[in-house]
């Protein structure tokens, strides 16, 4: 099984930051890219970020010079620092990890998704 948590969330007032953890657990080979997104009230699903393992990132225009991602490969994690935050920055945001795992025989890359965590941005 493999296990994929955020952490992090937080109200925050505009222009303030935060900083968003995503940890991958269980039983696996390695993690190819892993990437954030976010989905606010009555919107769908977006990216924000994307970070291969190694360490190519993509980032959606409307945070790029605001959010940076990083990973540590050793702990299978990766971050999010978020600055200038906004309002319309408001949302739930989850991370995803593409993971090389063996599943019933097949050894191939699987994606899983973390529950999500609540940034809210309002003064």
């Known amino acids: 099984q493999v296990h994929v948590a955020e952490s992090g969330g937080d109200l925050v007032q505009p222009g303030g930051s935060l900083r968003l953890s995503c940890a991958a657990s269980g039983s696996f080979f390695a993690i190819d890219a892993m990437g954030w997104y976010r989905q606010a009230p009555g919107k769908q699903r977006e990216l924000v970020a994307t970070?291969?393992?190694?360490?190519?990132?993509v980032y959606e225009d409307s945070v790029k010079g605001r959010f940076t991602i990083s990973r540590d490969n050793a702990e299978n994690t990766m971050y999010l620092q978020m600055n200038s935050l906004k309002p319309e920055d408001t949302a739930v945001y989850y991370c995803?990890?593409?993971?090389?795992?063996?599943?019933?025989?097949?050894?191939?890359?699987?994606?899983?998704w973390g529950q999500g965590t609540q940034v809210t941005v309002s003064s």
């Open positions: 995803n990890a593409d993971v090389v795992r063996t599943n019933g025989g097949h050894t191939g890359t699987y994606r899983y």
């Open positions: 970070i291969t393992s190694g360490g190519n990132r």
